[in-house]
């Protein structure tokens, strides 16, 4: 199992930019694709990005296409999401997660979740 814990939310203005972080630990970073998912109040969970392990392929949904960018550091076994020209609509709580296999949208193939972190887009 992976233990993962985010930072890096926050409150951020409608446009502004805002860069997550997950760290992980408990089982190796490098062995695992990862990827971001949030949820809005009353919503259901949601895919956001996937990165595999080598980093070399890389998914995001469509409505973040173009402003988030996600990374990962397996030598900092860190996880990242830079998230530009930020709108309301981005407000939720961003989980990190751990998949047991490979990055897909799917939430049921994710193995580990972080405890998730809050963004908050005023507008």
């Known amino acids: 199992q992976v233990q993962l814990v985010e930072s890096g939310g926050g409150l951020v203005q409608a446009g502004g930019s805002l860069r997550l972080s997950c760290t992980a630990s408990g089982r190796t970073f490098s062995g695992s694709a990862m990827g971001w998912f949030r949820q809005a109040a009353g919503k259901e969970r949601e895919f956001v990005s996937a990165?595999?392990?080598?980093?070399?392929?890389?998914y995001y949904a469509d409505s973040v296409k173009g402003r988030f960018t996600i990374s990962r550091d397996n030598a900092k076994n860190t996880l990242y999401l830079q998230m530009r020209s930020l709108k309301a609509e981005d407000t939720a709580v961003y989980y990190c997660?751990?998949?047991?296999?490979?990055?897909?949208?799917?939430?049921?193939?994710?193995?580990?979740w972080g405890q998730g972190t809050q963004v908050t887009v005023s507008s």
């Open positions: 997660a751990a998949y047991r296999a490979v990055a897909t949208t799917d939430p049921q193939l994710v193995g580990s």
């Open positions: 990165i595999s392990r080598s980093g070399i392929s890389i």
